[in-house]
T-cell receptor
């Protein structure tokens, strides 16, 4: 079975721009969660989608948004980029909704904002 | 608030045993995960504890005490490949709250 894939792997943007990241979960997995990881901060939960509906949301500003398609693929959008948005963005998929299931992580998208 | 504490960094010797602690204060508790993350790679699942006690899986074991808000990950017969960060995450009201991770350095 193919693992979780994320595109692109690396991205360089400038302040004020917007960016869209993509995540394809493991086949059969209906839940996709997004995380931001920065050195020393650990994983910060952004949001979770299950069956095309946002089920849970972390404490991030409205500039961060996402969606999930009928094939469970998910996209995350960040508008009006700030320097502090530079981070590794990870998505994780699981079969069931919520945090009760093992999550399988993709390799991440490393976003650099200049 | 919700808080998870882990030591920032630990050093151990190849072949030895190391215990990585995780203490948590969360509004709810539905289980605790441990993940391993090698530098530049994605986290991978190690263990999941819901009930008190010790779960053993090969060289790795994980312990949970819900009354104390405490868990540890025990790694035996350490190998160089165990050098990684170890992340503790608590399922609090069906949202995962993550610790900042413990960087484990293995010396020969």
């Amino acid at each position: 079975k193919a693992g979780v894939t994320q595109t692109p792997r690396y991205l360089i943007k400038t302040r004020g721009q917007q960016v869209t990241l993509s995540c394809s979960p493991i086949s059969g997995h209906r839940s996709v969660s997004w995380y931001q990881q920065t050195p020393g901060q650990g994983l910060q939960f952004l949001f979770e989608y299950f069956s095309e509906t946002q089920r849970n949301k972390g404490n991030f500003p409205g500039r961060f948004s996402g969606r999930q398609f009928s094939n469970s693929r998910s996209e995350m959008n960040v508008s009006t980029l700030e320097l502090g948005d530079s981070a590794l963005y990870l998505c994780a998929s699981s079969q069931r909704q919520g945090a009760t299931d093992t999550q399988y992580f993709g390799p991440g998208t490393r976003l650099t904002v200049l | 608030g919700q808080n998870i504490d882990q030591p920032t960094e630990m050093t151990a010797t190849e072949g030895a045993i190391v215990q990585i602690n995780c203490t948590y204060q969360t509004s709810g508790f539905n289980g605790l995960f441990w993940y391993q993350q090698h530098a530049g790679e994605a986290p991978t699942f190690l263990s999941y504890n819901v009930l008190d006690g010790l779960e053993e899986k090969g060289r790795f074991s994980s312990f949970l005490s819900r009354s104390k808000g405490y868990s540890y990950l025990l790694l035996k017969e350490l190998q160089m490949k165990d050098s990684a960060s170890y992340l503790c995450a608590v399922n609090s009201n069906y949202q995962l709250i993550w610790g900042a991770g413990t960087k484990l350095i293995i010396k020969p």
